[in-house]
Structures are given as structure tokens and as C-alpha cells.
Nanobody, 115 residues
């Protein structure tokens, strides 16, 4: 089993920044990819960014150039640095740990971008 816990959400003004953290624990040897997803009210959950165990990264077009995903292997933690935030970035952000046999999700953290 793998436990995934997100933190770092909050309220920020447009143009501001936030950093989300995702800590994984348990049987993390089976994890080959960590990803951030988000779900806005009335919308489907969408992929935001991902990072492989080898460090390769990918981003959705809507956040490319503004968000950066990174990882600290010593802390088993993945980060999502979000800059130049827009009101349309408002959503619950979820972290997923992709394992060889199943995926593990965190409980989500709310990000609200509003003046």
C-alpha cells in the first residue's frame, strides 16, 4: 500500500504563486510516476503535470510555462510550483502515485485564485 498526502493549497490573488507538496509513504518502490491533477466545480478531473522516477516531466498546455513539477527523492515528496496563477486555475488539486499494479490518490487540496 502507498499513502499519498497533499498540502500547500490556499487562497491567492491572480498573478500570485503557490507551492503544493505531495508526500508518499509505504510501498513506494512500486511507484514509477507521480502526477498532479485538478478538478474544478462541474468539470472533469484533468491532468496538470507529471514526473517519472527518472525525472522526466510533462505538462498540460494550460499550465506549461507557469507550473513546475519537481521531486525530492530523499523526502519521497513531489512539488508543484505554480506561478502566474489565474482564476481558471481554481480547483481541487490531487496527487496521484502510479504504481505497477494500481494507482494511489491523495485527498486533494483546494486552490482558489481570486481577488
Amino acid at each position: 500500500q502507498v499513502q499519498v498526502v497533499e498540502s500547500g493549497g490556499g487562497l491567492v490573488q491572480p498573478g500570485g504563486s503557490l507551492r503544493l507538496s505531495c508526500a508518499a509513504s509505504g510501498s513506494i518502490f512500486s511507484i514509477y510516476l507521480m502526477g498532479w491533477y485538478r478538478q474544478a466545480p462541474g468539470k472533469q478531473r484533468e491532468s496538470v503535470a507529471a514526473i517519472t522516477s527518472g525525472g522526466s516531466t510533462s505538462y498540460s498546455d494550460s499550465v506549461k510555462g507557469r507550473f513546475t513539477i519537481s521531486r525530492d527523492n530523499a523526502k519521497n515528496t513531489v512539488y508543484l510550483q505554480m506561478n502566474s496563477l489565474k482564476p481558471e486555475d481554481t480547483a481541487v488539486y490531487y496527487c496521484k502515485a502510479a504504481g505497477t499494479t494500481k494507482d494511489y490518490w491523495g485527498q486533494g487540496t483546494q486552490v482558489t485564485v481570486s481577488s
